[in-house]
């Protein structure tokens, strides 16, 4: 009888997809990372999952046994198993669990790359023994998990939890969604870069950023740009983290977190975004919040993160059973 069980972790992104085979420990045994190749169909990219797997999966020993598969995906709806219309993915709605079982028969759970990674960070990483925390995703978007008394909040559609499209500046920026003001036009990277090019024309401060082109900018410049001192990427973090601090105050109002974990890019920048963050989020609380929430980088490897959330979904489900 096999006593080492193993699930099977897929996060499909834009560009690429990662593949993971991990165990209860977050231990991965196996990797793969292909082209999602976004134009093509989506039974195609399946397809070419399970013929990557099909050689592992068949050396497995006999002491180890695949128990279910974890499918974190732009748009991925818990409820559904499917995804619907996710941005840079030409597929449409689709049932990702169905594609999934074609290929093995066992239990497949779907949700959003944002709340696989709250999930992620539930089981192996900085949330473990929590049962109240948010996980806020800063990447090329903004994305949110947030966890009440140890279960994710998926709403009664699936689609809780989409913080980056929290109006934060009426009228303001316009957004990749078609509104304008989203937290994503100021908290992501591309929104740090927009800061930036604000900053230089209300300014005629020296910066090193100035002789950088618009879509050349990086927010990885911009955090070395303000490791020497400059001050026009310094004020940009803390424009930043002003914005990200005066969202996050509503939503401890909201949920009263334990902690608000902050994974991705922009979170890599260390106290350039933590401390004007949990200082603007500490001037908006009421009172009775004040203090009792923290503000903690995620727990999980980055090259891992996107893989061990996916297996967190599987595992997470596994346990209900």
Same mark, same amino acid.
């Given at each position: 009888?096999? $006593? ?187 929104? /740090? ?25 990086? $927010? ?35 949920? $009263? ?50 893989? /061990? ?13």
């Amino acid at each position: 009888m096999p $006593s080492r069980e193993l699930v099977i972790g897929i996060d499909i992104g834009g560009t690429n997809t990662s593949v993971g085979i991990v165990d209860r420990e977050a231990r991965i045994s196996y990797r793969i990372e292909l082209p999602t190749e976004a134009e093509k169909p989506a039974e195609m990219l399946f397809e070419r999952i399970f013929k990557k797997l099909q050689g592992r999966l068949q050396k497995l020993s006999a002491e180890s046994k695949i128990v279910g598969i974890g499918i974190g995906a732009p748009n991925g709806n818990y409820y559904t198993g499917g995804i619907e219309n996710p941005p840079n993915l030409k597929w449409g709605n689709v049932n990702l669990v169905k594609l999934a079982k074609k290929y093995i028969d066992l239990p497949v759970a779907v949700t959003n790359d944002a709340n696989a990674a709250a999930l992620g960070e539930m089981l192996f990483g900085a949330a473990r023994g929590m049962k109240d925390f948010i996980e806020v995703t800063l990447g090329t978007g903004v994305g949110s998990g947030i966890v009440v008394n140890g279960e994710l909040v998926y709403g009664h559609d699936g689609f809780a939890g989409e913080m980056g499209h929290v109006i934060v500046r009426r009228n303001g920026r316009l957004c990749g969604c078609g509104r304008r003001g989203c937290l994503e036009t100021y908290a992501s990277a591309p929104g /740090l870069r927009r800061t930036v090019f604000e900053k230089l024309s209300q300014t005629n401060e020296e910066s090193v950023l100035r002789d950088i082109p618009f879509n050349d900018l990086t $927010s990885k410049m911009v955090y070395d740009a303000a490791l020497e001192g400059d001050r026009v990427a310094m004020a940009s973090f803390e424009f930043t983290g002003k914005v990200l601090g005066e969202t996050l105050a509503d939503a401890v109002a909201y949920f $009263s977190p334990e902690a608000i974990v902050l994974f991705g890019g922009l979170a890599a920048a260390g106290d350039f975004i933590f401390i004007p963050t949990k200082q603007h989020m500490e001037h908006n609380l009421l009172p009775i919040y004040r203090n009792k929430v923290k503000i903690i980088p995620s727990g999980l490897p980055e090259g891992d993160a996107a893989i /061990l959330g996916s297996a967190a979904l599987i595992w997470n489900e596994l346990k209900k059973d």
